[in-house]
């Protein structure tokens, strides 16, 4: 099952403490990506950290 087929079990089967536990650990587990590095920051000044701390989120999450 993928992670959105279990996903979408779980929030069709709230009851279901199982999967809710096994979708926790499969997110828990999952790599997680930096958007964007220490060193990238700390060579930027403070405004542009902002607006490219901004614009890495908005690609992330398509908005």
Known sequence: ??????????LKNK????????YL?????KEKKVIISADELQSLPSN?????VAQR?????NI
């Open 57 to 61: 989120l908005k690609k992330k999450f």
């Open 48 to 52: 542009l950290q902002v607006e490219l």
């Open 25 to 29: 650990d499969r997110k828990e587990n």
């Open 1 to 10: 099952m993928t992670d959105d087929e279990l996903k979408q079990y779980f």
């Open 15 to 22: 009851d279901n403490k199982e999967a809710f536990y096994a």
